[in-house]
């Protein structure tokens, strides 16, 4: 049976969901390893963290290389590891870290590299939705095995139990690939609130809050989401730039986006427009993102949010 | 400093864009500067402006370089307008349809003979959005990688670049050395518009146009190729209301329905 690698992604010290989606999208194609990179001492709370998804095995890498030098020490590992399993495949997390590494991977291993994928099929062709999700591609790597990196959210994630063998190993750091050196190292702020990527439902909020995201927030608590924003609000301070949503933002694909009192830029629009369901509030019936709308109200998100938020409290009470 | 900045011509985000024959078709779409290489351009004249200048006789150069068709020269003029000293442009029927890969080791070629110090990128480009060429770039130079950039700081005499970087994983920073490659996200700055002065310069600056032959690079043949491409069905138009007060209910009452609460 053919072997999938996974690079195994963590917040906070934590296996996230992308993680168990990229093991499904790797167990339809064969047996799935998981690698985990860790700093030293932490490789078993690392690995202990992976309890959902059809994995088989875990391997651990231990190095406070990865914390000093990023990118280039994680590619090295993953670089190396590939070499020595020769899997059918590996898959990475469509996150700027993940593409990065995945870019480097290609380029040392000379292997084709595709990105954003949606969906791999059993021969490692991708999905990709491109030009704004208005058009499908399908993409194969030409040469070697292929590294495809997977957007959150698009794989519906199998949380079987994992039960895998855990393994230690080690991988050689290059000197090329410490030349650029960590001196610190800020999580970024969570807030309580699901993560935005991994969110089933996102709630926006843009210039039309006027800076106040209370009833964006309420809105968002009441059906569990998490709270995005767009640039102008993140420019404007009123909501941190992690949670800007777009093309120079995060890319969201969630189940419901609810965006209130956001125009509807195209850049906006890069990072949003494949949600599965979309909701728009807004003043002016002109916006453009009424285009992309199931469901439009035009009016004011001041007035619109607290009734639906109290709707949505009663269904749950 | 020898600055070189990457740039791209890619088609107007705005522009309805298709595919032929697994490609995108850029023939018949309006093509622009990749709006995110504008504010690397405007940081390396930042950089070369607090550092001595790139004018005559100043210290430092911002050389564009970019790969794609002749045509992409438009793109590169807007570039020299905003004040960069001169450019290179690869450009050669080999390598259309090049991959990422490809693109990076052509740029990664180019950067090397050029023996640049620093190399400053957008963070993507609009096009192909991939955000990778940046690393793949460092990877191949086996030079610093300092990406994601919303800060950039640079030591010309201790030939020191420190940045603060910015992605979902929170914020870093992180230093290096020359060479180095350096990919700056949209909040570093606000890129400047070309003066009348600069549109005039730039006619006269030159735009060393090269083959691929001539870059070295080891191979053209794209490692991803696209199987099929075709238009998504429309999204199904859906329901705009007018506020009259039940508005809030309505949607209560439309995710309801939907299963969604
Ligand atoms: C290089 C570059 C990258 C960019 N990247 C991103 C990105 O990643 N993400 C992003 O979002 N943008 C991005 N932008 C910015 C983008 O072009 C728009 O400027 C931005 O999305 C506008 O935000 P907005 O819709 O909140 O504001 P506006 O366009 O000002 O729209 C505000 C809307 O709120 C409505 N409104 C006002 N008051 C109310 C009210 N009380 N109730 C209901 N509705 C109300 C108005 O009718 C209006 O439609 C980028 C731009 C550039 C140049
Ligand atoms: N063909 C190209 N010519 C010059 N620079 C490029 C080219 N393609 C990508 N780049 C640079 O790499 C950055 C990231 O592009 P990408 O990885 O394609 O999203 C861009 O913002 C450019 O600075």
Redo the contacts with the bound molecule.
């Keep these: 049976m053919s072997n999938v690698l996974i690079l195994a992604d963590f917040v906070a010290e934590k296996c996230t969901k992308s993680t168990v989606e990229l093991a499904t999208a790797g167990a339809g194609i064969g047996e799935v390893t998981a690698l985990v990179l860790a700093p030293v001492g932490k490789g078993a709370a690392f690995a202990a963290s992976i309890t959902q998804g059809p994995i088989t095995k875990v391997l651990v890498i231990e190095s406070d290389d990865f914390a000093r030098h990023g990118v280039a020490a994680a590619a090295d590992a993953l670089a190396h590891v590939t070499q020595e399993l020769q899997p059918a495949g590996v898959l990475v997390v469509s996150h700027a870290f993940g593409k990065e590494v995945a870019g480097r991977v290609a380029m040392k291993l000379k292997i084709g590299i595709i990105t954003d994928a949606v969906e791999v099929s059993t021969d490692f062709t991708a999905t990709q939705l491109v030009f704004g999700g208005s058009t499908t591609v399908h993409s194969k790597v030409a040469q070697g095995c292929a590294i495809i990196t997977v957007r959150p959210n698009t794989i519906t994630a199998n949380f079987v139990a994992a039960t895998p063998v855990i393994e230690n190993t080690t991988a050689p750091i290059s000197d090329c690939s410490k030349k650029a050196t960590l001196t610190s190292s800020e999580p970024p702020v969570q807030g309580g609130r699901p993560e935005l990527t991994e969110a089933n439902i996102v709630v926006s909020g843009?210039?039309?809050t006027?800076g106040d995201f209370a009833a964006v927030e309420a809105f968002a608590d009441s059906l569990g989401a998490a709270v995005g924003a767009?640039?102008?609000?993140t420019d404007a301070g009123w909501y941190p730039h992690s949670h800007?949503?777009?093309?120079?933002?995060k890319t969201v694909s969630p189940a419901l986006y609810v965006a209130?009192?956001?125009?509807?830029?195209?850049?906006?629009r890069?990072?949003m427009q494949t949600s599965k369901m979309i909701v728009v509030?807004?003043?002016?019936p002109e916006?453009p993102l009424f285009e992309l709308a199931d469901f439009g109200v035009v009016?004011?998100?001041?007035t619109v949010l607290p009734p639906a938020t109290e709707g949505v409290q009663a269904r749950k009470a | 400093m020898k600055i070189a900045v990457c740039v791209k011509q890619v088609p107007d985000s705005w522009a309805e864009k298709k595919m032929v024959a697994g490609l995108l078709d850029r023939a018949t779409v309006d093509a622009v500067l990749n709006?995110?290489d504008e504010y690397a351009i405007e940081e390396a004249l930042r950089i070369a402006e607090a550092h001595g200048g790139n004018e005559e006789g100043g210290a430092n150069t911002v050389t564009l370089i970019s790969m794609g068709p002749e045509r992409a020269s438009e793109a590169i003029r807007k570039g020299l307008s905003m004040g960069a000293n001169d450019a290179i442009l690869v450009s050669d029927s080999v390598l259309a349809g090049a991959d990422a890969i490809v693109t990076a080791e052509v740029l990664a070629n180019v950067m090397w003979k050029g023996e640049f110090d620093i190399v400053i990128c957008g963070t993507e480009s609009t096009d192909a959005r991939m955000s990778v060429v940046p690393a793949m770039m460092s990877e191949k130079l086996g030079c610093a990688q300092l990406t994601f950039a919303s800060r950039v700081e640079v030591d010309p005499a201790a030939k020191k670049v420190s940045i603060t970087r910015v992605t979902e994983a929170g914020v870093d920073e992180i230093y290096g050395e020359f060479p180095c490659v350096v990919s700056v996200v949209?909040k570093i700055n606000e890129p400047r518009y070309p003066s009348f002065k600069g549109i005039m310069a730039a006619k006269k600056k030159t735009i060393d146009v090269r083959d691929f032959a001539s870059t070295g690079a080891e191979f053209t043949k794209s490692w991803s190729v696209v199987v099929d491409a075709a238009p998504r069905p429309p999204r199904a138009a859906g329901v705009v209301i007018t506020d009259d007060g039940s508005a809030g209910q309505k949607l209560v009452d439309f995710l309801l329905e939907k299963k969604l609460i």
């Excluded at chain 1, 209130?260 to 906006?268: E, L, V």
């Excluded at chain 1, 509030?281 to 002016?284: A, G, L, S």
């Design positions: 843009g210039r039309g006027n767009s640039r102008a609000a800007q949503v777009g093309q120079t933002g209130c009192g956001i125009s509807g830029a195209i850049q906006h890069a990072g509030v807004n003043k002016d916006a009016g004011d998100l001041f | 709006d995110l949209e």
